[in-house]
């Protein structure tokens, strides 16, 4: 077994005259947790759904767990498990039911069902629901027993398609708790998410926009990569420095976090006009200071800059 | 209308037949604020919501909101709000220009006025050279912008949102909430409910509920003091087999994977930074640093919740 689970060179789709994803370049080795982010639209999709064997590529070449997507769809699809934003549950059946629905689906061996099962009814907390139609779980419980009908055949590497949406932070949590587990085990995870903090939590980050990957690199390093410095200003009166500072240098680059001022800046001159405008508004700078950013202030960042380009 | 505040209720209560969907909830809520309204799935903050809003009469319970009584005017009330829910409620087969007509009538906006708001939303929400366009064929962002701008079409005092932001891309996110913030300003008070603990951060006050009840209020930087709990980051060379270690040392409480780094729940952070210093030291995985961050929003949120669940086995078990 090869250490890249995923090798991607030069892939796209069309639909129409629309490139969805276009010349995307990625490597990623087993074991790995990958996240994948990006706006709306910005072709995260599509591309899971290529690599899945669902969808067929334009263009470019990808290897999932040694095959090829062009040619040996059907021995991927043995070896993966994709969880998509629309995970098809099964609301009458109850969620025993539901495991083994996925269990002869995909061919489990007898005599490892019942092991696994337990294990993974264990793991997702949902032993004590586990005569319960699926239907009447609350959405969390829903998304926890979505990903283990996904595991029930030992995928090697798992796709899932931004899988807490609307999933409150305890059951997010319990999730991800899961995920650690597979990881433990040696599964490789590929992540699309619209949550910056989960995307922390990934070994490898991917910044989708416009159908590329813009940046591609540890949560550390794409923060080290920022060109700026995220400032954090304590003032006493944080709504009305907001305003002034959001005034001359436009709103995007301020935010109140906690009471605090969060400003992006790109120029130490500027740290001079920021006090400056404060100053002439009467608002006091009670402290001051360099903070590292977080995922969300990079993926601003990078995104309203690629847009500025495609606008020039 | 008391200038003071938006929103005051007291001992909030709402059966469902045997089930208590919200449990002696009292809040006030200061005009102009952003107060945050956070709970897992099921805790009671859609009940509640619904209850300020005048569309579900409490059990029990008092309290006024914009200054009128939610017991005895609920339809006065429901005149002086802006209301927006997770599912936006918009039609997707009209336009946006339709859209906001169709609101316009709804909310009965003086004539004289209608032209002025249905700008002031096109401005608001970028879509001047979008109004035309069908409503379904708007990606997340631009529909949640236009579905709040029809929520305050009629100049409420006071906006409620719940779940504004659920699926929407965080560049989206971070304009939806720069228009809070200006909301805000001018004197709009905003009671919104997030899954997204970074958002927390941007309202100036929060309340957390969990089964029905009250666990926690205060501004983000007070709740970030009252977990039990510190945290604390590891930097180590080899992260998977650390954890792993450190799971089975009985040294933390919890320990979680955060890009190559560790993060670990331990009850006090000096103890800990040389207990797990010592234990990875001496199977041969010294760690390269052990520092204490600032828990996050959802560290709270998550220790709360657990804390409050713990309380209520218990409490049911003697």
């Known amino acids: 077994m090869s250490d890249i689970a995923l090798a991607v060179s030069g892939l796209g789709r069309a639909f129409g005259e629309m490139w969805a994803v276009r010349g995307l370049d990625l490597e990623v080795q087993r074991g790995e947790i990958f996240g994948l982010v990006g706006p709306d639209g910005a072709g995260k999709t599509t591309t899971m759904r290529m690599l899945t064997g669902i969808l067929a590529a334009s263009e470019g070449q990808a290897t999932v767990a040694g095959f090829s997507i062009h040619d040996d769809a059907e021995a991927i699809k043995a070896r993966i498990s994709y969880m998509s934003q629309r995970f098809g549950l099964y609301g009458d059946l109850t969620v025993e039911e539901n495991l083994r629905f996925y269990a002869d689906l995909y061919e489990v061996p007898r005599r490892d069902r019942e092991p696994l099962e337990e294990k993974l009814l264990g793991f997702s907390n949902l032993t004590p629901f586990r005569k319960r139609q699926a239907r009447n779980l609350s959405g969390g419980m829903k998304q926890k027993l979505g990903l283990a009908c996904a595991l029930i055949h030992k995928p090697e590497i798992l796709f899932l398609d931004e899988p807490t949406n609307g999933v409150d932070p305890v059951s997010r949590r319990d999730f991800w708790r899961i995920l650690y587990a597979m990881l433990k085990k040696g599964v490789t995870i590929f992540v699309s998410t619209a949550y910056l903090d989960e995307a922390e939590r990934c070994s490898r980050v991917g910044l989708m926009h416009r159908g590329r990957l813009i940046r591609c690199d540890t949560p550390q390093k794409l923060k080290e990569g920022l060109p700026g410095q995220l400032l954090e200003l304590e003032t006493g009166q944080p709504r009305d420095a907001r305003e002034a500072l959001a005034a001359q240098l436009g709103s995007s680059r301020v935010s109140l976090f906690g009471g605090m001022l969060h400003l992006y800046t790109e120029d130490a001159a500027e740290a001079e006009q920021i006090r400056a405008i404060l100053q002439q508004a009467g608002i006091a700078v009670l402290a001051e200071k360099i903070i590292t950013p977080t995922l969300e202030d990079v993926f601003i960042h990078w995104v309203t800059r690629d847009d500025a380009e495609a606008a020039a | ?318």
């Open chain 2, 1 to 318: 209308m008391s200038p003071e505040y938006a929103v005051e209720v007291h001992d909030l209560t709402r059966k469902f037949g045997d089930f208590v969907a919200v449990d002696r909830v009292s809040l006030s809520v200061e005009t102009g604020q952003v107060f945050g309204f956070l709970g897992p799935n099921g805790a009671g903050k859609s009940t509640t919501i619904r209850m300020l809003c005048g569309l579900l009469l409490p059990s029990s319970g008092a309290g006024r909101v914009a200054g009128f009584d939610i017991m005895t005017e609920s339809e006065t009330i429901k005149r002086h709000i802006g209301y927006m829910s997770q599912k936006f409620s918009l039609y997707d087969d009209l336009s946006v220009e339709e859209n906001i007509d169709f609101f316009t009538g709804i909310y009965n906006v003086p004539r004289i006025r209608r032209r002025e708001r249905k700008d002031w939303v096109l401005d608001m929400a970028g879509l001047a050279d979008k109004r035309d366009n069908l409503t379904r064929s708007l990606a997340g962002g631009w529909k949640q912008r236009l579905a709040l701008g029809c929520a305050v079409l009629h100049e409420p005092p006071i906006l409620f949102l719940d779940e504004p932001t659920s699926g929407v891309d965080p560049l989206s996110r971070r304009q939806f909430w720069d228009l809070i913030a200006q909301m805000a300003q001018r004197g709009t008070t905003v009671f919104v409910t997030t899954h997204y603990m970074e958002e927390a951060e941007y309202c100036d006050e929060l309340a957390l509920i969990s089964r029905g009840r009250m666990i926690a209020k205060g501004k983000p930087a007070e709740l970030k003091t009252v977990i039990p709990e510190d945290i604390l980051e590891i930097r180590v060379e080899h992260p998977f087999e650390v954890l792993e270690q450190l799971e089975n040392s009985g040294l933390v409480k919890e320990v979680a994977l955060f890009g190559d780094t560790l993060h670990a729940v331990v009850e006090d952070a000096g103890a800990a930074t040389t207990a797990v210093g010592d234990f990875l030291a001496g199977r041969g995985l010294a760690a390269t640093g052990i520092t204490q961050v600032r828990p996050s929003m959802e560290d709270v949120f998550v220790s709360l919740v657990e804390l409050e669940d713990r309380r209520s086995t218990e409490g049911a078990q003697t």
